[in-house]
């Protein structure tokens, strides 16, 4: 099955940084989220990005899915980006498969 | 505004009694999905539906099933609790045929 890779695994960041975080996948995928689980376990999808880019504030995500990676981009970050970021792929109907996760702490 | 809702919140239970995870979607999504997550394993498919009367074995589908009798509910049920079942388990729903995905908030489940 299709694996899934996210990069780096964990991330500490001051308040105000900027931030990149890497989903790599292993074949082709016709859809593609990233999600954010915060500190109190609840997971909010971020973006469904299968290609393209796009922009939610502060967050933008890249997916170029000829060379199977995505991005997440995260400007002059906040305490509350703080949490686990995942991304998923579903490869044609597979179902989604998660990658490991990014965990981000953002001090004050 | 649609939601996913997940009940209990938290259950405790005891090995070998069967406990039910309740999930209703006021969203009319047709796909539904439970997870677990566990600590070094991420998060792993357990069940999926597709439809009213559709439902599907996912990666770690043993000891627990599901029935799709509406398209708002997809209870989750353990047949016989076991210790490995100590997990958080999320619901999620889709819109056909892989929308947007939106999990609920979470059933903590510890199996004693």
């Known amino acids: 099955g299709i694996q899934v890779e996210q990069s780096p695994p964990d991330l500490i960041l001051q308040e105000g940084a900027n931030s990149t975080l890497r989903c790599n996948f292993s074949d082709s995928v016709n859809n593609l989220q990233w999600f954010h689980q915060n500190p109190w376990g609840q997971l909010i999808n971020l973006f469904y990005?299968?290609?393209g880019t796009k922009q939610n504030g502060r967050l933008s995500a890249t997916t170029v899915a000829t060379e199977r990676y995505s991005l997440l981009y995260i400007s002059s970050s906040q305490t509350t980006d703080s949490g686990v970021y995942f991304c998923?792929?579903?490869?044609?109907?597979?179902?989604?498969?998660f990658g490991p996760g990014t965990r981000l702490s953002v001090l004050p | 505004d649609a939601e996913i809702t997940q009940s209990p919140r938290h259950k405790i239970t005891e090995t070998g009694r069967q406990v039910t995870l309740a999930c209703h979607q006021t969203?009319?999504?047709?796909?539904m999905f439970w997870y677990r997550q566990d600590l070094g394993h991420g998060l792993r498919l357990i069940h999926y539906s597709y439809g009213v009367q559709d439902t599907n074995k996912g990666e770690v589908s043993d000891g627990y099933s599901v029935s799709r009798s509406n398209t708002e509910d997809l209870p989750l049920t353990l047949e016989s609790a076991a210790s490995s079942q100590t997990s958080v388990y999320f619901c999620?729903?889709?819109?056909?045929?892989?929308?947007?995905?939106?999990f609920g908030s979470g059933t903590q489940l510890s199996v004693l």
């Open positions: 998923a792929v579903d490869n044609y109907g597979q179902n989604f498969v």
């Open positions: 990005i299968p290609s």
């Open positions: 999620a729903s889709s819109e056909y045929p892989q929308g947007k995905l939106f």
């Open positions: 969203w009319n999504h047709n796909n």
